[in-house]
């Protein structure tokens, strides 16, 4: 009997105000057209002033706690992927383990920047497969709107806020490809790129900063990673592109999404899309993508998905999991 982490629940939050691509004409030189051609992205949400990513990720945690039918004290852990978080520290997952009012387990943040969820979930099947925890929910949640340099006109455009989480549990398999839970999963990270996207500040520079990216390159790197990536991980148990139901995606340019679907040979029917109505959420974007998919009743139970995302670092990855 092989145990497997399986996701009983999913659920996001997006904050109230929608911001339309037409509302930066009015103090950038860009256009809806040039935001919609060049990255799919029609708009985006924003949160509202002293709203913090904690607060985002604590509904989208309750969201996935009550559509997997579970109270905060069933869960054993919390591991919530951010590069946004509240405070340097307590984590933000603590953060959210106390709004919830969870008074056991243990919770911590990863930090992949976009790849965020991809390392998130893979550290919570570790804990599940290796016994340390029962039920693990697992959160990504981005403020990038307070990264932003809003005379960037090549970046602020791109970004939006938003929280996503799923409930993972511990359940029985047989240990082969026909088992729910997740199947399978990659991470790669090279330093060396860390110039092609970085936020110029932090705390030992005592700045804040602003996100800085060298977009031609990310994207030049991203088809090529993040379709290496999903073929990596499906190869890790003998599955192939045909195997798939569903691609899910990070968010951050359509054209990237476009491209990668290609390099796999799938067509764009089985890809999750939402960037057009998020933009690039960072850590929140998977499931993001995984809640509003489940809920448009495009993911079903049984169905094998492959995410994958890639970040500043460069960090990248994938993970294939049966729903
Ligand atoms: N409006 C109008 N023109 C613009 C804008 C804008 N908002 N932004 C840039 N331009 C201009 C540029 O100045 C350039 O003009 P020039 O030719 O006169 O120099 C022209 O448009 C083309 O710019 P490019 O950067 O070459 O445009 P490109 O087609 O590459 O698209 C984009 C830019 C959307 C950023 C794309 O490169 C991209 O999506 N990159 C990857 C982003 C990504 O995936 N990031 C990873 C995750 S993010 C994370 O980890 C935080």
Redesign the pocket.
Known sequence: MTTRAVVIGAGHYLPERIVENAE?EKT????DE??RA??GIERRHFAAEGQTTSDLACRAARNALADAGLEPDDIDAIVLAT?TADLTFPSAATMVQAQLGMTRGFAFDVQA???GFIYALTNANALIVSGQAKRVLVIGAET?SRIMDWTD???C???GDGAGAVVLEARNGSGNNADRGILSTDLNSDGRYRDL?YVDGGVSTQSTGF?R?E??E??RH?VEKLAATATTALDKIGMTSADIDWVVP?Q??I??IKGTAKKLDLPMEQVIVTVQDHG?T?AASIPLALSVGKQRGQIREGDVLVTEA???GLAWGAVVLRW
Request: glycine fraction near 8%; charge should be positive.
């Open positions: 930066f950038l030189d860009t256009t040039w935001i060049r990255s590069s920047v976009c790849a990038f006109r090549s970046t455009v791109l970004f996207l996100l990216m977009g031609k990310v994207f991203a990070h951050a340019n054209r990237i690039n960072s890639i970040g500043g």
